[in-house]
């Protein structure tokens, strides 16, 4: 048992920073700070103690300096601190999961957009939900300098119960190996949805991870299936790319991590991409092998919106379902990017027409004016269909209100 | 302590600065009949004929206004925080072994932290006009020997124009002026565009000084202060720094909320009908302002609709809706960047007002009423609608009304806020201090979601079924509550020592502003 530690960020707007000193005797001081004091330094103060209290702690001395944080995140602090001085200390300071929160997603679901939020910045996490991805990732991987990790998991931890996600997929990307098994004893239990797994290189690495989730579920009975997508970053993870796609019956979609993936080959990662074209292939081809879907890399310039579109209808083009966002303003244009296109739908109404007048008729052949259409046009067709009535572009029952018109 | 509960539920005590006030009545309730105050007959033999009015120094252009112990003096806030003015003049009036006086700038900055020293040492007794920063703290804290009083810049242009704030010597800093005291704001390096806020000084003072460091020879053209009000002229060698008077650009806001709250609103006054043919609005220069502004560009040219006026607080994005046709007229109240000062120096459809055309209570009518919609911040917001303007939630003054109070009377008011700061909710059970009457404020927009005022059912009409998030304000505030853990605590206050009132445009009292504990 070590006597002091301190946890967490100084002068950093949402975030606060703590030092507990455990002593002999003396009972609990609490010295604080706060920006806030005035409106809830009583409620900082009878929350500290009520935290300590239940953590066993009789004689300590608990500086915190409030920039404004969220209870979410004093409590993530004291907790981490805590632990940090008295690592045996097995209970969790847990509050009940807010009721927004209590939502499952469907394995079949859009995945355009995911946004990468830092697991270790308040900041950025309260507000994710309010920009409407398809996804937010909370980061305990790349994003968290590694001094910061262990504290962080408690932040996602707490995030995950008490912050409004506004109905989007929860995920979380864990890190690399025994850190990463360890990761998923803070985010199992607590609601997370899908466990994105770092520069995967073949399918044991998937396996391992998800004997781990099961375990927890059991433990916990929890009864949604938690979902996993692998992500490549190497060559020999785009060479296994395939195998790892089958690696778990809950895998949902497979994806790529281009800056580690070029790193790895010995390339510069360039804006056009021929560096990573057939890796990139490769991941829609096992994707699809596997029937799960198949999702790009992130684009960094978040400055560039007609860089990011045309990088878009490139992934789109070559069959990719979704992007990374790695800023809130890249949501919107990514998930009207991977829509389908007016023309698009239009055409794909047409098949579809064609398709039951055949079917009507009895007829194998489905033709549109004098031209045949091919079974895997057809098949496409309906794929368009589908993703314009997820992306709300047209009613589910365009069919009947289109002989409604007539 | 002696008083009363006005009409919006705050006890109001019988005098601030041992003066009876009135307390707030109600909306449009107190219509006084007296008449206007006038300043004094001046004659022209008493002023050089060659229209030379140059005197050596402010101090030599005090002696001769007649300075006296107790005397009121009054500036404009055109220089925000770059004015190096008013320090002047206080380090001056000091000197002269002058005390006891009232400062009544139309707004002071954290720049005027040295006035403290004169407030300390009794040369300035208190101050009415907006506090914030060094000065906001220093009033908050009971260190003012007088009272503050807090005015929009309609009701600050109504009390000299009543009678209510008698003007001793008004001291009026000039980007540019004539020897005559015919002066503008469009040129010299301090240029800020226009005077407007020295307007009513300028009119009622008894003894007016224009002090500037761009003398030009007669005539300053245009005149938008007239030299036949001016009594002397002093040249400074800097009377601000021009990057803080103006910022070379100004920026919109990159926090994805704040463009959250910026789109909803744009939407908002698209679904709604407001945005159509001939329409108009005022927006400030913040940051969320300005991106609403954006978004609301985009839509005006979707629907090929153009404004016909649109008000500033001008930015280089107005001057963007006036040159790309978007907008027939800017009618400018105050530029905050280059290319507002620009443009209202070259394109005459950039007006400059002032607090008399757009804001006058006592006036017959004025422009911010008949705007179509106008988009303005809080610090607080009650379940009512009632929102405060001039406290933090820790009771300590932040900012001031500026012409928000006067902007309420639009047709469409809306309030842009964030639904908490830090972890402080901004819609909560009880504003810290009451600026602006609920039955005014129309809809509030945060990034949690819309809140329109009940009384509003046109509005709720027309945003039936709309996409956007409109909610009832009680549940925008359970769910910040739920957020920030609870209700905050009331501000520790000394309920027995008023430090500020806060005046509603028709010169009632409508709050006051109490001693904070630390």
Redesign the interface.
Known sequence: MVKEAQIGKKETASDCWVHLEIKKSGGIKIELKSKVESMYGKAIRDTSEEMLKFFGIQNALLHIEDSGSLPFVLTARIEAVVKKCIPQIKEEFLTPIIPQNLYQVKRERLRRSRLYIPGDQPRLIINAGLYKPDGIILDLEDAVAPPEKESARFIVRNALREVDFSGTERMVRINQSQMGIKDLDFIIPHGVHTVLIPKCEDAEAVKKINVHIQNLRTQHKIKNEIFLMPIIESALGAINAYKIALASPNIVALTIGLEDFTADIGAERTLEGKESFLARLQIVLAARAAGIQPIDSVFSDVADEEGLMNSILEAKSLGFEGKGCIHPGQIRIVNEGFAPSKNEIERAKKISLALEEAQKKGSGVVSLGTKMIDPPVVKRAERILKLAIQNNQIPANWKEELKDER | MKGKTNAAGRFIPEKINKKPVIPFQGVGKYIPTYRKASPPVASCANYPKDGNKVVPSLREAFKRAGIRDGMTISTHHHFRNGDKVANRIFDTIAEMGIKNTRWFPSASFPCHAPIIKHLDAGVVHHIEGSMNGPLGDYCSLGKMKGQGMLRSHGCRYRSVQDGEVHIDIAVIAAPTSDPFGNANGLTGKSACGLLGFALADSQYADKVIIVTDNLIPFPCIPWQIHGNHVDYVVTMDDIGDPSKIISGTTQITRS??R??IAEYIARFIKEAGILKDGFSFQAGAGGTSLAFVMYLKEFMKEANVKARFVRGGSTKYLVELLEEGLTDYILDGQTFDLDGVRSMRENPNHVNTSPFTSYNYHGKGHFASMLDVVVLGATEIDINFNANVVTH???MLLHGIGGWQDCLFSQNTILAVPSF????PVIVNNVTTLCGPGELIDVVVT??GIAINPQRKDLIKALKGSSLPIKPIEELKK?VE?????A??P??VDKKRVVAAIQWVDSTIIDVVYRVIT
């Open positions: 994805p909320a463009l959250l939630s820790d009771g700061r830090d972890r402080i990034e949690k769910e739920q957020i920030c853990g609870g905050p605590s501000p520790k």
